[in-house]
């Protein structure tokens, strides 16, 4: 696997061996060096070295200019104010560092697998069976699948999880009212699939939620029929796997329209952990990290309490023998450390829930399941707000549907599509409104940070202006039409041949791809990925307003130019792919 060395990071080692010679006992300093509005690069680490050496930080910093070897990378260095670098490099490194990525046998642009990779389970995407998907299981979805292709792009082995709500007294609840109302499920249901299915089974279970609440015989039967399910019986288990089954094909048919890649043998629910319930209890209690308190198996910690100041535990088992989410979310833990071999496990799990997931990864850790080796993470995520600033709902005040919500993404998208469109048939108008549209919602998520709240505006969303997934797309669409425009004239670099300043910002930033990348993954940060793309693309416009690249001046101009058309479009198409946004070659 090819990897190539970043600018940034010649230049630091360049930098380093400098102040080592300036210096002596600076030889692991850091030059703290970042890309700068005043020169290409920006070295501040100077300014504490020369404190710690009680030295003048100007002379130093001039010393260090004395050592730097320049020529084939750096070109030029000054010293600025109290004692900074200013650093130049040359056109020449520009370009080979670029055509060193294009280059790249593996597509990869030259980004290294991380050094450090383990294994991480990542929980995300967790619907509820009988449950229609709705505006609140969107972040979970498609920032845990963005964070997925970011691991396993850097070379992290990922296991993925979706943890779907498919046990308890719902599903007690949902059994007993359609074994006492037969006539109310629609017989056709066995033969429909997707939506259809699922709607039918929503509409089942409000009812049986109505019965549940206001009819406390009922509520009893559903009870015992919750009982039934957990030990076993064979009617009821059978009723219950068929509401999985058809929940399962909605989901997967809301997943496919998200063009995200869920897999059966990864939807490991609530259910899949009860054989383990029993012995986590077991462990909790013999190890003293849970106790019995008035009747139930409880954990508690000194900084949670509530309003009247009394501890709140967090309750493994209840009372009644039952057990409750963080019996479940603890046996995951196990299964996930002792069987998976995790050394990190991520929860995208809405902010809300935060204070459970502390409690649940403390209690963790006291039983020594998580420790200094194998961590677990909440990636907590805000709100999704309607135009209004409120959460998002419909004008009734109901909950959006996804499947309404992406819909209409598409129908907005299409039609923008339609009215740019050159040469394109009604069918491919059709995919690239699919794909511009779901795009569309994917980008206002991830390029807003995760625990941020954003409002949902579709007409801001599908806009061809401001920092946008269609900005984005158009940018490489652009880019693909020069380059079939060329014809035979082939992307080539030159470089020998020196380079316009719009060039010289485009290619010091395409050269930032793979520092951005492993930044983004090691924070489970795509927000910073969606932000470097939309400067790339900005950066992109500005060179190609400035640099004519078909009638350059000179035919190696021209090719050196497509060439940097080429290596910008490979890095917009990679970028995109790792959010989990397509980029189509005409728009």
């Known amino acids: 696997m090819a990897s190539v060395t970043s600018l940034t990071d010649s230049v630091q080692q360049r930098l380093a061996n400098a102040l080592s010679a300036a210096l002596p006992e600076a030889a692991d300093a850091d030059p703290l060096l970042r890309r700068s509005d005043r020169a290409d690069y920006q070295a501040n680490g100077i300014l504490a070295l020369a404190k710690k050496a009680k030295a003048n930080p100007r002379e130093l910093a001039t010393q260090v200019v004395d050592k730097v070897v320049t020529g084939d990378l750096i070109e ?35 980004v290294p697998p991380s050094e450090t990779a383990g294994t991480t389970v990542i929980d995300y995407a967790q619907p509820n069976v009988a449950k229609e ?41 949902l059994i007993q009212y359609l074994d006492e109302h ?26 049986a939620r109505r019965l549940f609440d206001s009819d406390e015989e009922f509520k009893t039967r559903a009870r015992r029929r919750v009982v039934d399910l957990q030990t076993g019986d064979a009617r009821t288990l059978a009723m219950w796997q068929k509401f999985v089954d058809e929940s399962k094909i909605y989901f997967f048919s809301v997943f496919d329209k998200l063009d995200m890649d869920i897999r059966d043998p990864d939807i490991v629910g609530e259910s899949g952990y009860n054989d383990m ?9 013999e190890s003293g990290v849970a106790v019995r308190s008035e009747g139930a198996l409880c954990v508690f910690f000194d900084d949670v309490k509530g309003p009247d100041g009394k501890p709140v535990p967090l309750i493994v088992r209840k009372s009644d023998g039952g057990y409750g989410y963080a019996a479940t979310d603890l046996s995951a833990i196990r299964d996930r450390v002792f069987n998976l071999k995790a050394n990190s496990i991520i929860y995208v799990v809405d902010a809300r829930q935060s204070l459970h997931f502390k409690m649940v990864f403390e209690t963790a850790r006291r ?18 707000l309607g135009k209004d600033g409120k959460p998002f709902k419909t004008r009734e005040g109901e909950t959006v549907r996804l499947v309404d919500l992406l819909d209409e993404a598409i129908e907005r998208a299409s039609a923008v599509v339609r009215e740019k469109a050159q040469d394109l048939s009604e069918e491919e108008i059709t995919e690239r409104g699919s794909q511009v549209g779901i795009g569309a ?9 995760a625990s941020r709240d954003y409002k949902f505006d579709l007409d801001q969303m599908v806009s061809l202006n401001g920092d946008t997934s269609v900005y984005l797309q158009y940018a490489y669409a652009r880019i693909q039409s020069i380059l079939r425009k060329a014809g035979e004239v082939r992307p080539a ?30 924070e489970y940060a795509p927000h910073k990925l969606a932000g ?56």
């Open 367 to 384: 039983a020594g399941w998580l420790n200094d080796d194998v961590k677990a993470y909440q990636l907590a995520f805000g709100t999704v």
């Open 493 to 522: 670099a030159h470089p020998e041949l020196e380079l316009a300043d719009a060039e010289r910002e485009l290619g010091l930033h395409v050269d930032q791809f793979a520092e951005t990348v492993a930044e983004a993954a090691r």
């Open 532 to 587: 470097y793309l939309y400067q790339l693309a900005s950066l992109y416009t500005s060179f190609y307003d400035k640099c004519p690249v078909l009638k350059a001046e000179t035919p190696d101009q021209v090719e050196n130019r497509l060439f940097l058309c080429d290596v910008t479009a490979r890095t917009l198409h990679e970028g995109m792919a790792l959010l989990g946004i397509r980029t189509p070659e005409r728009l």
């Open 182 to 207: 037969p006539h109310e499920l629609d017989h056709k249901a066995a033969e429909v699939t997707g939506e259809e299915a699922m709607s039918n089974l929503d509409r089942l279970y409000k009812a």
């Open 76 to 110: 030029d260095v000054e010293v600025s104010g109290p004692g900074f670098l200013n650093i130049t490099v040359t056109d020449k490194a520009i370009t080979e560092n670029l055509a060193a990525r294009a280059a790249d046998p593996d597509g990869r642009l030259g």
């Open 277 to 285: 319930l029993e012995e986590t209890c077991r462990l909790l209690e």
């Open 133 to 173: 998907m709705h505006v609140g299981h969107l972040r979970s979805a498609v920032i845990g699948d963005s964070v997925v292709k970011l691991l396993e792009f850097t070379g992290e082995t990922v296991v993925r999880r979706h943890h779907i709500g498919d046990w308890g007294t719902q599903f007690g609840m």
């Open 441 to 449: 919602v994917k980008y206002a998520d991830l390029s807003t940070s």
